[in-house]
T-cell receptor, first 112, second 113 residues
């Protein structure tokens, strides 16, 4: 079945540590996105990529980094510069020029 | 910039009650409008969409009509079930050549038996 796989489902970060969230899709979609979800705040866009080897900052990119070396993969690194990383992180993809997003099941990141 | 405003939750209903979740938007041009649903512990999934004025999107008993004159896209369902308990997000996209959606804050729906 085609879809988006995020891993791990739960992740814990120690002070000063970088952690990487995985996102893989087999939908052959060109565009991929990372959102952060905090209770009562809806979804905020961190980074997006519309093509391999290219990505753009979203509304809250500070403290995060991404790469897009393969069409299928769009990993997100939460760096130690992100002082409040506890949140639910959602990865999504879409066909280029198509507004419908397909979402993964998310990763809950917590700080130890 | 574009924005989406949803009614605050939680909305608490008894099973078989009528549901309305209000959504209004501010956008330049003529956006496409969406409702996404998020069940506990999961990602979002598209519930329905409408791409032009007066279009009605519908799915699983839910429906919403694109009202350009009132810039609204209210979600309705005639008879809710316990399994409809989830968070509902209104979104828009397609303005200024961008296909990246702008989401509302989400409205939590709790349905009691």
């Amino acid at each position: 079945d085609g879809g988006i796989t995020q891993s791990p489902k739960y992740l814990f970060r120690k002070e000063g540590q970088n952690v990487t969230l995985s996102c893989e899709q087999n939908l052959n979609h060109d565009a991929m996105y990372w959102y952060r979800q905090d209770p009562g705040q809806g979804l905020r866009l961190i980074y997006y990529s519309q093509i391999v080897n290219d990505f753009q900052k979203g509304d809250i990119a500070e403290g995060y980094s991404v790469s897009r070396e393969k069409k299928e993969s769009f990993p997100l690194t939460v760096t130690s510069a992100q002082k409040n990383p506890t949140a639910f992180y959602l990865c999504a993809s879409s066909m280029r020029g198509n507004e419908k997003l397909f979402f993964g099941s998310g990763t809950q990141l917590s700080v130890l | 910039g574009d924005s989406v405003t949803q009614m605050e939750g939680p909305v608490t209903l008894s099973e078989e009650a009528f549901l309305t979740i209000n959504c209004t938007y501010t956008a330049t041009g003529y956006p496409s409008l969406f409702w996404y649903v998020q069940y506990p512990g999961e990602g979002l999934q598209l519930l329905l969409k409408a791409t032009k004025a007066d279009d009605k999107g519908s799915n699983k008993g839910f429906e919403a009509t694109y009202r350009k004159e009132t810039t609204s896209f209210h979600l309705e369902k005639g008879s809710v079930q316990v399994s409809d308990s989830a968070v509902y997000f209104c979104a828009l996209s397609g303005t200024g050549g961008s296909y990246i959606p702008t989401f509302g804050r989400g409205t939590s729906l709790i349905v009691h038996p």
